[in-house]
Nanobody, 122 residues
Framework: VQLQASGGGLVQAGGSLRLSCEVS????????VAWFRRGPGKERELVAA????????GYADSVKGRFTIAIDNAENTMYLQMNRLEPEDTAVYYC????????????????WGQGTQVTVSS
């Protein structure tokens, strides 16, 4: 499984960004995929996760109502639409994948993409 993340950048508070993670795998439909982030001086945390079917999704409390995770099956790509961004969202964002359902713990994800920097200015 290979993951390629893109879409980070610099945005003002209140603005929006969309992150993309292209997934290459033999059996992509068996995967759950997730976005994690590591802010300055913080541990890496789960932001959002989704089963490839799209039937099940989960979000961190801090992003509920602002971020939306979605799958584009035709493009084998996962997206994270981030709206109403706050300076606290500043972090390196990583996409990750695992077989089966998703979990909060990063240690349960064997496959990772490279990080993409998101910086939100106040």
């Amino acid at each position: 499984v290979q993951l390629q993340a893109s879409g980070g950048g610099l945005v003002q508070a209140g603005g929006s960004l969309r992150l993309s993670c292209e997934v290459s795998a033999r059996a992509v439909s068996s995967l759950s995929v997730a976005w994690f982030r590591r802010g300055p001086g913080k541990e890496r945390e789960l932001v959002a996760a989704i089963t490839w079917s799209g039937r099940s999704k989960g979000y961190a409390d801090s992003v509920k109502g602002r971020f939306t995770i979605a799958i584009d099956n035709a493009e084998n790509t996962m997206y994270l639409q981030m709206n109403r961004l706050e300076p606290e969202d500043t972090a390196v964002y990583y996409c990750a994948a695992r077989e089966g359902t998703f979990y909060r713990s990063q240690t349960l994800y064997p496959w990772w993409g490279q990080g993409t920097q998101v910086t939100v200015s106040s």
